[in-house]
Nanobody, 126 residues
Framework: QVQLVESGGGLVQAGGSLRVSCVGS????????MAWFRQAPGKEREFVAA????????LYATTLKGRFTISRDNAKNTIYLQMNNLKPEDTAVYYC???????????????????WGQGTQVTVSS
């Protein structure tokens, strides 16, 4: 069983940057593909980015590529999401998720991911 805990959310002005983190416990995350999702008020949860087990492969939502960067430090059992040039529409609860059966490809559907954190709130003011 894997437990995931996100942190680093907060309030930031439009144009600013923020890095959120996700720490795993219970098992090493080095064999898991990891992803970030987000859910804005009144909207469905959506895919943000994913990273393969060794960090060499990444996948981004098309609309976010270039502003967001996913990375991982397996020695620290931690996943990161660096968010730059934030916009009010980036306001959401950000969740990390783990896929315990990663294959060659990275995936965007939520049902691929087996474990989820509780989320961290990111609010971008205009």
């Amino acid at each position: 069983q894997v437990q995931l805990v996100e942190s680093g959310g907060g309030l930031v002005q439009a144009g600013g940057s923020l890095r959120v983190s996700c720490v795993g416990s219970g098992r090493t995350l080095s064999r898991y593909a990891m992803a970030w999702f987000r859910q804005a008020p009144g909207k469905e949860r959506e895919f943000v980015a994913a990273v393969g087990p060794d960090g060499s492969r990444t996948l981004y939502a098309t609309t976010l590529k270039g502003r967001f960067t996913i990375s991982r430090d397996n020695a620290k059992n931690t996943i990161y999401l660096q968010m730059n040039n934030l916009k009010p529409e980036d306001t959401a609860v950000y969740y990390c998720a783990a896929d315990e059966n990663p294959g060659i490809f990275l995936y965007t559907p939520q049902n691929v991911y087996d474990y989820w954190g509780q989320g961290t709130q990111v609010t971008v003011s205009s």
